[in-house]
């Protein structure tokens, strides 16, 4: 994978900020969008429209299905 896409990787994960994009192909999308802007030389490279889908589609870490193993005893 290009340079690029790892640069668009970092931008998106570091404002997820712990948080997770589901389902992955969203994810993907978004760091895709990410990556247009950034060769492109848009600024910012995260713009409001990229930052309202996080923003609505993000959940937290801890809210990501399990295994489906139960916890406890």
């Known amino acids: ?3 690029s ?3 668009a990787e970092s931008l998106v994960h ?3 900020n712990g948080r997770i994009l589901l389902p ?3 994810h993907r ?3 895709l969008a990410a990556q247009v ?3 492109g030389g848009l ?3 995260l713009d409001k429209a990229l930052l309202a889908q ?3 589609n993000a959940i937290a870490s801890s809210d990501t299905p399990s295994s489906g193993f139960a916890k406890g005893g």
């Open 29 to 31: 999308t978004i760091v």
């Open 54 to 56: 996080i923003d609505e």
């Open 14 to 16: 570091e404002y997820l």
């Open 1 to 3: 994978m290009p340079l």
């Open 5 to 7: 896409f790892f640069a």
């Open 37 to 39: 802007r950034l060769l």
């Open 24 to 26: 992955m192909e969203l």
């Open 43 to 45: 600024q910012p490279v």
